[in-house]
């Protein structure tokens, strides 16, 4: 799996974007960029993921480069709720050798919405 | 609630204890996973299991023992475990075979080895 580059910590006051980026430069031609959330003690939580389109859900906006070597997370209106580490996870989308894939976290973007 | 349900939430054992960690998932998935969060370090995957059969097994000591009886529950059974085993353990499940790798995490069981 390629490897991530995220920025170790980030603020953002809440109400406004939180932008969070994350550096693949080593990414292959069929790597999906995956973004996953773990809020303090509690299970890591799956966001969005996309190709080399933008991707769009409830929860957030995903902005990948055209040449695919970086891409931003984008919590439109951030609340005190979305402090939480979030991690930039690079892999295939669909399983390879026959079964299932495990994730491989990095430290990740500690990301702390202030009042 | 992401359907995927973790027992017990906490756990205090001695290390000469057996106990085990149950996981259930809600989800219709076909592949479930542990992984490991010791405090201060990134999530590390311990094992697999595809259509209920072991497909991966992370360089994860004996004393760690998984066991998936279908594609809704996954144990993992603990005996003889350190004090460095405390951690918090994570159980994922995902879609399975020709469908998208997001994985369902539960909230996890506390684990403290006295």
């Known amino acids: 799996d390629a490897k991530t580059t995220q920025p170790t910590s980030m603020d953002c006051a809440e109400g406004r974007a939180a932008n969070l980026p994350c550096n693949h430069s080593?990414?292959?031609?069929?790597?999906?960029v995956y973004w996953y959330r773990q809020i303090h003690s509690q299970g890591p939580q799956y966001i969005i993921h996309?190709?080399?389109n933008n991707e769009t859900n409830e929860m957030a906006s995903l902005i990948i480069t055209e040449d695919r070597k970086s891409s931003t997370l984008i919590l439109p209106h951030a609340t005190l709720r979305d402090t939480a580490v979030y991690y930039c996870?690079?892999?295939?989308?669909?399983?390879?050798?026959?079964?299932?894939?495990?994730?491989?976290f990095g430290k990740g973007t500690h990301l702390i919405i202030q009042p | 609630e992401t359907g995927v349900t973790q027992t017990p939430r906490h756990l205090v054992m001695g290390m000469t204890n057996k106990k085990s960690l149950k996981c259930e998932q809600h989800?219709?998935?076909?592949?479930m996973y542990w992984y490991k969060q010791s405090a201060k370090k990134p999530l590390e995957l311990m094992f697999v299991?595809?259509?209920?059969?072991?497909?991966e097994n992370n360089s994860v000591p004996s004393r760690f023992s998984p066991e998936c009886p279908n594609s809704s529950h996954l144990f993992l059974h603990l005996h003889t475990l350190q004090p460095e085993d405390s951690a918090l353990y994570l159980c994922?499940?995902?879609?399975?075979?020709?469908?998208?790798?997001?994985?369902?995490f539960g909230p996890g069981t506390r684990l403290t080895v006295t």
């Open positions: 994922a499940s995902s879609g399975g075979r020709g469908s998208g790798n997001e994985q369902y």
């Open positions: 299991y595809s259509l209920e059969e072991r497909v």
């Open positions: 989800l219709g998935h076909n592949a």
């Open positions: 996309g190709l080399k």
């Open positions: 996870i690079v892999r295939a989308a669909l399983y390879s050798g026959g079964g299932a894939d495990g994730l491989t």
């Open positions: 080593t990414i292959s031609g069929n790597e999906y």
